[in-house]
């Protein structure tokens, strides 16, 4: 199975200041098709978690643009350019490339 | 736009069976767009993927829980279920069912705690 490797587990940023969280893939995700399904999904506490960018740079409809995706194999990116506060909780990668799908560990974005 | 809700009880007792429903609205399960899954997160963990069915009844499990989980579909209730059999404390989770598109994980319900205990 590919690993997916999240970094760090918790980032305690301060409001209106720009965060980055890592997601390294232990195979390549690019798929027969050329595509490369890496995801990244948002829980905020209590939710459940909502898919904000998919295939490596699409944001969902109603993500705000401070978020953005990047990346290319094995290494991707998800930026906030300003963290607010209801950008508080958990972001996970997700490869949807390789069966079976599977997620990351997860990354904690806090307030400072 | 696809809406799932999942249902069933609250607590398992160790060694029995937990079964879960999810009901769709919004688009028919017999569409052929999605694949329908099963995903859970214990308590301050991260998530697991469970397995997930197409319309048609072709099934797919994850490996390590390969052993103790059946889903089926109800295509005439837009319904799919999980049993998960044999449950210990480990099995303990938020569950949720969401719609798979092959590729990703597009649409998911709210999500039910499932306790297990005695």
């Known amino acids: 199975d590919v690993v997916m490797t999240q970094s760090p587990l918790s980032l305690p940023v301060t409001l209106g200041q720009p965060a980055s969280i890592s997601c390294r893939s232990s195979?390549?995700?690019?798929?027969?098709?050329?595509?490369?399904?890496l995801n990244w999904f948002q829980q905020r506490p209590g939710q459940s978690p909502r898919r904000l960018i998919y295939?490596?740079?699409n944001r969902d409809s109603g993500v705000p643009d401070r978020f953005s995706g990047s990346g290319s194999g094995t290494d991707f990116t998800l930026k906030i350019s300003r963290v607010e506060a209801e950008d508080v909780g958990v972001y996970y990668c997700?490869?949807?490339?390789?069966?079976?799908?599977?997620f990351g560990g997860g990354t904690k974005v806090e307030i400072k | 736009q696809v809406q799932l809700q999942e249902s069933g009880p609250g607590l398992v007792k160790p060694s029995q069976t937990l079964s879960l429903t999810c009901t769709v609205s919004?688009?028919?399960?017999?569409?052929?767009?999605?694949?329908w899954s099963w995903i859970r997160q214990p308590p301050g963990k991260g998530l697991e993927w469970i397995g997930y069915?197409?319309?048609?009844?072709?099934?797919y499990y994850n490996p390590s829980l390969k052993s103790r989980v059946t889903i089926s579909v109800d295509t005439s209730k837009n319904q799919f279920s999980l049993k998960l059999s044999s449950v210990t404390a480990a099995d303990t989770a938020v569950y949720y069912c969401?719609?798979?598109?092959?590729?990703?994980?597009?649409?998911w319900g709210q999500g039910t705690l499932v306790t297990v205990s005695s």
């Open positions: 969401a719609s798979y598109s092959g590729y990703d994980f597009d649409y």
């Open positions: 919004g688009g028919s399960i017999s569409s052929g767009d999605y694949y």
């Open positions: 069915i197409y319309y048609s009844g072709s099934t």
């Open positions: 195979q390549s995700l690019v798929y027969s098709d050329g595509n490369t399904y």
């Open positions: 295939k490596v740079s």
């Open positions: 997700m490869q949807g490339t390789h069966w079976p799908p599977n």
